[in-house]
């Protein structure tokens, strides 16, 4: 596509239920890397693919999430058990060449989640 | 651990004036710091990439500079307009090929016509 596609673009869910949250990069882009992003503050890094494998997960913030990327191309970032905590925006990334000289990424709009 | 910083963290301003954003951050060995623009509802957008070999760009109305020693960068913003209002991120790309992104806390930008 154009551009990389988030959905849904927003989700409303009950405290304890079960999320999943979409990422549709750019076609052909290698590089995928989820960030979350509370209420006034700056994203923080989540967990970066490259390809199929996750090359680095150290941002996750516990064993409730987990993130998937089975043919390269669609992400899912999944979070169990959802806590009021949760909420906040989740932004999705991809570039074609992480390890090239521009380093350029291309950001998703979003995913709001709301843990209620 | 690499720490981001950027001050003001909001600025209100009248259209038409010059104005300049900071940011600062802990660990010079970086590959390239970016600004962003994030408008509500929307993505991010790239405004401007300097190379950790580069001092500055320049695209139109903006300028970034880029000081490793010190570990500084600015956003000089020229004749602000109401269309450049939102929130401006200082990002900050490791040397180790495909690693994170740093972003700072933002500085939350208001242009009054």
């Known amino acids: 596509g154009a551009g990389v596609s988030q959905t849904p673009s927003n989700k409303v869910t009950e405290k304890g239920k079960y999320v999943e949250l979409r990422c549709d990069p750019i076609?052909?882009?290698?590089?995928l890397y989820w960030y979350r992003q509370s209420l006034g503050q700056g994203p923080e890094f989540l967990i970066y693919?490259?390809?199929?494998?996750?090359?680095?997960d150290s941002g996750l913030p516990n064993d409730r999430f987990f993130a998937v990327r089975p043919e390269g191309s669609v992400s899912t970032l999944k979070i169990q058990r959802t806590e009021r905590g949760d909420s906040a925006v989740y932004l999705c990334?991809?570039?074609?060449?992480?390890?090239?000289?521009?380093?350029?990424?291309?950001f998703g709009s979003g995913t709001r989640l709301t843990v209620v | 651990k690499q720490e981001v910083t950027q001050i003001p963290a909001a600025l209100s301003v009248p259209e038409g004036e010059n104005l300049v954003l900071n940011c600062s951050f802990t660990?010079?060995?970086?590959?390239?710091l970016q600004w962003f623009r994030q408008d509500p509802g929307k993505g991010l957008t790239s405004l401007l990439l300097?190379?950790?070999?580069?001092r500055e760009q320049t695209s139109g109305r903006l300028n970034a500079s880029l000081d490793k020693s010190s570990g500084r960068s600015t956003l000089y913003i020229a004749a602000s307009q109401p269309g450049d209002s939102a929130t401006y991120l200082c990002?900050?790309?490791?040397?180790?090929?495909?690693?994170?992104?740093?972003f700072g806390g933002g500085t939350r930008l208001m242009v009054k016509p």
């Open positions: 076609s052909g882009h290698t590089a």
């Open positions: 300097i190379q950790s070999s580069q």
């Open positions: 990334a991809s570039s074609p060449d992480p390890t090239g000289t521009e380093r350029t990424y291309t």
């Open positions: 660990d010079s060995a970086i590959y390239n």
């Open positions: 990002v900050l790309t490791k040397r180790e090929a495909g690693n994170m992104l740093t």
């Open positions: 693919f490259q390809g199929t494998g996750a090359a680095d």
